[in-house]
């Protein structure tokens, strides 16, 4: 049986993801273990994301950037669609060995302790619509990545998400 791996943390330093996959360092020191979207750095070009909890985001990402590397190098090719598609074609095109994170927003919590929803999804949509033709950001995505199957973004959210969405696209 195996040993689930705790990732050491130390409340004055940044935490890295490498013993769970690849490098991304974590500025846990800064942000606790609350909603963020963030942008997670290779080299010059980045990635936005948001995540329940940052450093937990942070480590199932590098955990699906080992397992894409992985499969590239066996040569099962990625596809187009898939969210990390652009950010393994560059890791493996320029060698870059780790990532770091810059958190844009961590302020998502309701005065009763929940999440707001629908605050992170029209914040990361705002700087997706920021990054609408900047080479340097890796989304393949135009709207806000919509979880299907989780409990912090209710279905009623998703779908106030999704009609806020489409009405201001008409506009």
């Keep these: 049986m195996h040993k689930p791996i705790f990732i050491e943390q130390k409340r004055n330093e940044p935490t890295?993801?490498?013993q769970?996959?690849?490098s991304i360092i974590v500025p846990t020191h800064k942000h606790k273990a609350v909603p963020a979207v963030y942008k997670v750095i290779f080299g010059k070009k980045y990635l936005i994301w948001k995540g329940k909890s940052l450093l937990q985001s942070c480590e199932i990402l590098a955990k699906s950037i080992s397992a894409g590397i992985s499969k590239m190098n066996r040569g099962i090719p990625i596809p187009e669609t898939d969210y990390l598609c652009h950010v393994l074609k560059h890791i493996k095109s320029t060698r870059c060995t780790s990532a770091s994170v810059v958190v844009e927003a961590d302020d998502f919590m309701d005065e009763f302790e929940t999440i707001d929803g629908l605050k992170v999804l029209k914040f990361e949509q705002r700087l997706l619509d920021e990054a609408d033709g900047d080479a340097m950001c890796l989304?393949?995505?135009e709207q806000a990545y919509v979880p299907v199957n989780?409990?912090?973004i209710s279905q009623a959210t998703k779908n106030q998400f999704l009609k806020w969405y489409q009405n201001r696209r008409k506009k």
Excluded: V
């Design 150 to 152: 989780n409990i912090w």
């Design 16 to 18: 890295d993801t490498k």
């Design 20 to 22: 769970l996959g690849y």
């Design 139 to 141: 989304n393949n995505n």
